[in-house]
């Protein structure tokens, strides 16, 4: 027995078979026939009807419930996916996960997962408009998205379109690059902005890496976090919990963190920083480090005479002429393009693998004692004194380990530069127990575009974006070039002011923006304007209820293939995402399968560039065989993409690491590992502008010095317009930027700051009970609510008990939570948890789902969407928002 | 009142189909829906009559796919969970003990999931579906197996929740359509309990 097929209308033919049986099947009548007519089922194949395996079995994917994408296997019975575990082939977690793996189960099977794809009926847009969704097919859901970007292209304005992007794997550049470019339009938007650019800007003009770090926890023997929470949160979580223990053992930790968290709550010191003012703390450890003569001298080299000049607040006297004298005047000037110049006189110091510490001696460090932090920071001088000398102590084996909370902030870019820098004064960058890099991995692009832009595509694409990168106030300087990165948060307000354009037709897949970004509303107004907008996701949520189209996403864990890079435990590796279930619902793949079916409508629609790229660009290299359809498309491009882990025909095979032995062997494994990290490779090849580590960032000069020229402007006027203080040379030095604040400190005492908990998976788990069930895993926190922590100091001041709700409001909004009194915070400030506050994410997440009541209060309502400008991030961190709490 | 297997298979296959997408029914529901029921008692005919009716006008079509959409579908508020485990799960989980008794009697018959099965397989209209199938086997077989598996999963399973997802959709829905509907499911739930009740009885008998 099989499904009917329909073959007749009349009214007899379905009426009544040979036994009187009626024959009503899927979308017509059916003809009378033998068999039943069966919409849902198919007869079993012998195969099919064998007992399951009892025991089940174990297959390999990935998590990315955060950014350490852990390989990961699955164990799946009887079709189910019961438990998880880490892949024990991966060499990076090796065999170990933490709790966000775990939680994933309860997303994949929940029952609030868009199931099918569905059209908006009511054509009003607001928070509690009732969308009025119907189900669709894909079929009638792709042909309406089609359309409108057609009307686009026929209008000669595809630049209206514009594709969001969240989360994703690497097979992103099919959907991420390929639809805007070859449909016409600049606009790929991603979501880093809001995650860490700021994090990596400091690294980046400090030591050429644009990228997150690794760490060497066997080998380390000290571990300063700046709001790091490493066994809870951001990064390799796995690895960390299984190696802080033995590491603990050999290492002192200290963590500077506003709030007691996990890691601090385990460290030998907590520096409760007040929020916004890491960068003050971090320069003052530089100044002691250098000001006790504790830096590593065989990395940075020393005095020619071995005297240390480096004198509270003195000067070190620099040869004549002065090269600081003169590049202040040019910096004045705007002078683009200059060389290099050697900004330390060898008749002074004799400095070895950096570059520009006596400059930034004498720029920034030489006054910043620890007795001029402590009244910034909050944090006792004796203790900045003694973090800073015992982590120099331990040489190139500490670790300054930098995360967003310290660089994530309106003037965080330079604190990001200032922590990453003390890894530079004790040598350990790129050294054995230090910070260090990836390793190259053998994966591989996706084939070039341009052949199949036509030329309104050509043109079009290299039109200026809609969020605002490169203008003045946002340079933005991904890889030293102005514009070069993303200002995610922008793009609400490029939209709302249709500037430089207006956008008519958008897809956003992977995210969430109208709850995950500061000043949220903004991006509920815009996408209450946005005439067209497509919400490609796993879960319906606030971005969901102003789309026109929601459609249902695989879950990357369990019904997606694709791969991830990552790193950790000084191995890189790439990890596949397979289809370890078959979907519960009627999910595509949203990088792969779902631009395919838009290429086959454009065709259709006689634009058939995206399907000829898809289907001329891509194919299996085994067979040499096209896609014909969306499945066999992302299996294509993933073998393409992959090739180097596993064809040994491929010319990276085995170069970096393993040698897989085909496909099957790939998919098998799950993981493909790098050789371990060679220590000491990058010295003095580092991608600065002098091939050194660089305390005074002639990267970063040039990288301003461009900006500045592209407006027509002096790097000064760049840093006005970019909320910074610091003037002149500074600008090239990692120096301190007092904290940025919206609200007057009266009306509004307290400084807010949030933090993220260890049991979200990047912001999506509000709706698993096992995240609301077990909340109070994260410091502070209590189960099924959504406390906000104030010092009993505070509390007892303003008369508030636990439990009670209290109104939080800052400038931009209000919202509500339950008090909670505790001492894992400084008086005069008040934290909460990102996540909770969901007012259309499921009955897990909100208070009232039907009624759109929220569980708690969404950080990102009171959040001031301020920016650290220089790399284009949302400022979440560092407290920019003053809040005032009063009882409800 | 007439209980053969036909009509069972019938009347399983109407509701299986009114309790589909709307967007997927047959282009004559209504007559299917007159049809499955009117070899039944006249309050079933009756309420088959008036949902029919009902179904059948293309004007409301779209206000029933709403309304099939806040009832069962939509992610924002699920008013009346279409799934077995929410009724018969303490602690509700889709594709946990429930929806794995509904999959195996799926596969003890002879079947495996069709291009049409997105939905967990405990979903309603797929039970229903399988309820239609057992029955239709039955009739076209001497093998008594048929019917201890109508029997069975009716008394064991979708009885047990069925006239509960009715209930909701009676308490929840707006539209005349699926409040009617609701009625059917009641009255037709009653009906097959007595029906199977009977014929397991005879079954048991002959058994013995």
């Known amino acids: ?888 | 009142m007439p209980v053969n297997a036909e009509d069972r298979s019938n009347a399983f296959l109407a509701l299986a189909r009114a309790y589909d997408l709307p967007g997927t029914w047959p282009e004559d529901i209504g007559q299917l829906l007159r049809k499955g029921f009117a070899s039944w008692n006249d309050e079933l005919a009756g309420a088959a009559e008036a949902v029919a009716a009902l179904g059948e006008c293309p004007d409301s079509r779209t206000r029933i796919a709403q309304a099939h959409s806040k009832l069962f579908i939509d992610p924002f508020r699920i008013l009346s969970p279409p799934w077995a485990a929410y009724y018969l799960d303490p602690e509700k989980r889709l594709l946990g003990p429930v929806s794995q008794y509904a999959a195996e009697a799926y596969v003890e018959a002879g079947l495996a999931p069709g291009s049409r099965q997105t939905e967990p397989p405990d979903h309603i209209a797929h039970e229903l579906e399988f309820m239609y199938y057992l029955a239709f086997r039955e009739a076209e077989s001497d093998d008594p197996v048929w019917l201890e598996r109508s029997a069975r999963f009716w008394h064991e399973h979708l009885g047990r929740w069925l006239p509960r997802l009715a209930a909701s959709v009676a308490e929840n829905t707006e539209e005349d359509y699926y409040a009617r509907l609701a009625e059917l499911t009641l009255a037709f739930s009653q009906a097959v309990d007595a029906a199977l009740d009977g014929q397991t009885r005879q079954a048991d008998l002959a058994d013995g």
Not at chain 1, 272 to 296: K, Q, R, T
Not at chain 1, 720 to 730: D, F, H, I
Not at chain 1, 844 to 871: C, D, K, Q, T
């Open chain 1, 1 to 888: 027995m099989t499904d009917q097929i329909p073959t007749s209308k009349n009214d007899d033919g379905w009426q009544i078979s040979r036994r009187g049986f009626l024959q009503g099947s899927a979308g017509t009548v059916a003809a009378a026939t033998a068999g039943p007519a069966l919409n849902f089922f198919t007869a079993a194949s012998a195969q099919a009807q064998q007992p399951a395996e009892a025991a089940g079995k174990w297959m390999a994917s990935t998590c990315q419930g955060c950014t350490s994408w852990c390989p990961v296997q699955v164990k799946v019975v009887d079709g189910r996916a019961v438990h998880l575990r880490g892949n024990p082939l991966a060499k990076a977690n090796h065999g170990k996960i933490c709790p966000r793996p775990h939680l994933a189960l309860q997303q994949v099977y929940d029952p609030d997962r868009v199931r099918q794809p569905m059209k908006r009926t009511n054509p009003e847009k607001g928070r509690g408009k009732d969308p009025g969704f119907v189900p669709i097919s894909w079929d009638e859901a792709m042909d309406m998205l089609a359309d409108r970007i057609m009307e686009l292209r026929n209008d000669g304005e595809p630049e209206k379109f514009a594709l969001f992007r969240g989360r994703y794997t690497y097979l992103r550049d099919i959907l991420y690059s390929a639809v805007p470019k070859i449909i016409g339009s600049p606009n790929n938007i991603s979501h880093s902005a809001i995650c860490a650019e700021a994090e990596k800007f400091g690294p980046y003009y400090v030591e050429g890496l644009w990228d997150y770090r690794d760490y060497d926890l066997e080998h380390t023997r000290y571990v300063l976090c700046w709001g790091a929470d490493p066994v809870s949160s951001n990064r390799q979580v796995p690895h960390a919990i299984n190696f802080w223990g033995n590491m603990r053992d050999n290492a002192t930790v200290a963590v500077v963190d506003p709030r007691l968290s996990a890691t601090a709550a385990k460290a030998d010191e907590w520096l409760p920083v007040i929020p916004g003012e890491d960068g003050a703390l971090a320069v003052a450890m530089a100044h002691v480090i250098l000001a006790e003569g504790a830096w590593n001298k065989t990395f940075v080299g020393d005095f020619v005479d071995g005297e240390n000049r480096f004198v509270p607040g003195q000067t070190v006297d620099e040869p004549q002429p002065s090269v600081a004298a003169e590049g202040a005047e040019r910096t004045e000037g705007i002078v683009a393009g200059d060389a290099p110049t050697s900004r330390t006189s060898a008749s002074v110091f004799n400095e070895i693998h950096t570059h520009g510490v006596v400059q930034w001696w004498n720029l920034e460090l030489k006054d910043r004692t620890p007795e001029w932090a402590a009244e910034r920071t909050g944090i006792p001088a004796e203790q900045i004194r003694r973090v800073a000398l015992g982590f120099a102590a331990a040489g190139s084996r500490a670790i300054s380990w930098l995360s967003p909370g310290a660089s994530m902030q309106a003037r965080g870019g330079y604190s990001a530069m200032a922590t990453h820098a003390l890894n530079g004064l004790v040598g350990s960058i790129d050294a054995k127990g230090g910070v260090v890099a990836k390793v190259k991995d053998p994966t591989g692009s996706v084939p070039d575009m341009a052949p199949y832009q036509d030329e309104l595509a050509a043109s079009h694409s290299k039109y200026d974006k809609i969020d605002q990168r490169g203008t003045l106030a946002f340079p933005s300087l991904n890889g030293g070039k102005s514009g070069g990165g993303v200002v995610t948060n922008a793009a609400a307000d490029g939209m709302l002011a249709k500037s430089p354009n207006e956008i008519k037709v958008a897809i956003a897949y992977w995210s969430n923006f109208g709850f995950s970004t500061s000043g949220s509303y903004r991006w509920e107004q815009a996408l209450s304007e946005l005439p067209f907008f497509v919400h490609l996701t796993t879960n319906a949520s606030e971005m969901s209820m102003f789309a026109d189209l929601v459609l249902p996403a695989a879950h990357q864990l369990f019904e997606k293939w694709g791969y991830i890079k990552g790193k950790q435990n000084l191995h890189s590796y790439v990890s596949l995402n397979q289809r370890v279930i078959d979907p519960l619902w009627d999910v595509k793949q949203d990088e792969t399968e779902v631009p395919f079916m838009l290429a086959e409508k454009l065709a259709e629609r006689g634009f058939d560039n995206l399907y000829r790229y898809y289907t001329e660009g891509f194919a299996d290299p085994e067979t040499g065989a096209a896609p014909t359809n969306g499945e066999e498309f992302t299996e294509y491009a993933l073998k393409m993409l992959t090739r180097g882990c596993w064809d040994s025909t491929h010319e990276d095979y085995g170069k970096y690491g393993d040698r897989l032995e085909g496909w099957e062997d790939f998919k098998e494994k799950g993981v493909w590992n790098s050789h371990r990290y060679e220590y000491g490779k990058r010295v003095d090849n580092f991608a600065t502008q002098t091939g050194k580590v660089e305390f005074y960032s002639e990267t970063l000069k040039t990288a301003l010095r461009g900006h500045a020229e592209r407006h027509d402007t002096t790097v000064d006027g760049v840093l006005e317009a970019t909320n910074y203080v610091g003037r002149g040379e500074l600008a090239f030095v990692p120096h301190f930027e007092p904290a940025l604040r919206h609200g007057d400190e009266v009306e509004y005492p307290f400084v807010f700051f949030e933090h993220r908990s260890r049991l979200n998976r990047e912001g999506r788990s509000a709706n698993c009970t096992w995240y609301q069930a077990h909340k109070n895993v994260d410091p502070g926190d209590e189960n099924w609510s959504d406390v906000l922590k104030m010092n009993p100091i505070d509390a007892d001041a303003l008369g508030l008990d636990d439990g009670d709700m209290v109104r939080i409001t800052s400038t931009t909004g209000t919202i509500t939570a339950q008090l909670k009194r505790w001492e894992g915070l400084r008086p005069g400030t008040v934290a909460k948890c990102y996540g909770q506050g969901h007012w259309a994410y499921g009955r897990v997440a909100a208070a009232n789902f039907a009624e759109h009541v929220p569980l708690g209060g969404n950080n990102n309502e009171i959040l001031y969407p301020e920016f650290e400008r220089l790399s284009g991030s949302t400022a979440r961190h560092g407290g920019p928002s003053r809040v005032k709490v009063e009882r409800v």
